[in-house]
């Protein structure tokens, strides 16, 4: 089948689109309010772009409360979402009111970083501290901008639970962390782990 995304008529239950870029890597974003309330989020539109420096990007849809925050204090974190704690990644996700917070809502420890003034989940087995660098509303083709807000932070510190790490590597199989595919479905980065040798010139 071939469909033009200007009229979007694919013929399906539902749109394909986001089940082919898949699995995509969760950001948990972990934000902390000017006043004083605590934030957590997941976005599935989320990733690493830069290792020199380190850069991280989640894209939120529509002004949501975890870009208001990073916006005004500068600072966000991003836990590793992962398969021992799905249901409370899940839990996180419910549309509340600002101010409410969803470490608690979720059961969850929030944990101040050690570099930057923002929360994040004490449970993951892996933690970026992160300073935001810009904000960018991408356009379309006709110019207009897009109703996202891409933020872009640069990594200051990392934490990795010992849990994780096998003879000086951080175990994949161990740290299962969850991806987003298309629809309701969910993949478990750790379910199946292989090794690839890149192929020389």
Not at 7 to 33: E, L, Q, S, Y
Not at 100 to 110: P, R, S, V
Not at 116 to 125: F, G, Q, R, T
Request: aromatic fraction near 8%; proline fraction near 6%; include cysteine.
């Amino acid at each position: 089948m071939f469909y033009p995304t200007d009229t979007n008529a694919h013929g399906m239950a539902h749109d394909p689109f986001k089940a082919i870029v898949a699995p995509r890597p969760i950001g948990w974003i972990g934000t902390k309010g000017r006043d004083g309330s605590f934030n957590l989020s997941p976005y599935s539109f989320f990733n690493i772009v830069a290792d020199r420096p380190k850069l991280v990007m989640f894209a939120s849809s529509g002004r949501k409360h975890s870009l208001k925050n990073a916006e005004e204090t500068g600072v966000f974190t991003a836990s590793l979402a992962s398969r021992h704690i799905v249901e409370k990644v899940n839990a996180s996700s419910a549309p509340v009111d600002y101010g409410i917070d969803e470490f608690e809502l979720a059961g969850l420890t929030a944990r101040m970083g050690r570099l930057v003034d923002a929360p994040y989940v004490a449970e993951a087995h892996a933690v970026l501290e992160c300073r935001m660098t810009q904000v960018i509303q991408p356009r379309g083709i006709d110019g207009d901008p897009a109703d996202t807000y891409m933020v872009f932070g640069q990594v200051v510190g990392i934490h990795i639970s010992e849990a994780i790490i096998r003879d000086g590597r951080i175990d994949m199989a161990l740290s299962r962390p969850i991806g987003r595919m298309g629809y309701l479905d969910y993949a478990d980065g750790g379910a199946e782990v292989f090794q690839l040798v890149r192929p020389g010139a």
